[in-house]
């Protein structure tokens, strides 16, 4: 599987960002799509995830509510519309694939068996 992350960008605190991120090579019908952000001197943390199949979603706490991940079925896509944005958002947010995750791994980044190559937010306060 090759991912294509893009959409990040600057923005100021309260604004909005997509991001998007493409996936090709195989069917992502039995998998989950997750997006997961590093910031500056923190670990990568878990952000929110699609199951492909059931289009059943998964948010951190951090963004429930500010956050909304959708897939497109005929594009083999999924978005991340980040809304409210707020400084402590800043990261480089990567998109990754897992094959056939079970609930309680969608939030570990170790469950993930393909990334892409991130795609830089910066929310300016």
């Known amino acids: 599987v090759q991912l294509q992350a893009s959409g990040g960008g600057l923005v100021q605190a309260g604004g909005s960002l997509r991001l998007s991120c493409a996936a090709s090579g195989r069917t992502l019908s039995n998998n989950v799509m997750g997006w997961f952000r590093r910031a500056p001197g923190r670990e990568r943390e878990f952000v929110a995830a699609?199951?492909?199949?059931?289009?059943?979603?998964y948010y951190a706490d951090s963004v429930k509510g500010r956050f909304t991940i959708s897939r497109d079925n005929t594009k083999n896509t999924v978005y991340l519309q980040m809304n409210s944005l707020k400084p402590e958002d800043t990261a480089v947010y990567y998109c990754?694939?897992?094959?056939?995750?079970?609930?309680?791994?969608?939030?570990?980044?170790?469950?993930?068996?393909?990334w892409g190559q991130g795609t830089l937010v910066t929310v300016s306060s």
């Open positions: 990754a694939v897992g094959l056939r995750l079970i609930t309680i791994m969608i939030k570990l980044s170790s469950s993930y068996e393909y």
């Open positions: 699609v199951r492909w199949s059931t289009g059943s979603t």
